[in-house]
């Protein structure tokens, strides 16, 4: 089941991706499906009709792994009062 992930690329905005497995530390690229911008819109650097995008490393500053909505019902955040 793919994985909602946010990717921070180096000098780019963060964009909104598709994920099938997390990375592990061998890997030299990210394979990544459905890359759009966080506001749902697509992202301008890429043709239309991509269907998945190689990220390789040295292009990534960090990736944020989102909860699935299953995730998210057992997941308790942090509020002020």
């Known amino acids: 089941m793919a994985k909602t992930i946010i990717l921070h690329l180096t ?19 990210v394979r990544v499906t459905n890359v759009r911008r966080r506001d749902g819109k697509p992202v301008h650097y890429l043709a239309a009709g991509v269907q998945a995008v190689i990220f390789p490393w040295s292009r990534i500053t960090f990736i944020e792994l989102m909860p699935s909505e299953e995730e998210r019902s057992s997941v308790v955040d942090f509020f002020r009062t």
């Open 11 to 29: 000098g780019e905005d963060p964009v909104l991706a598709d994920i099938d497995q997390e990375p592990q530390p061998s890997d030299m690229f």
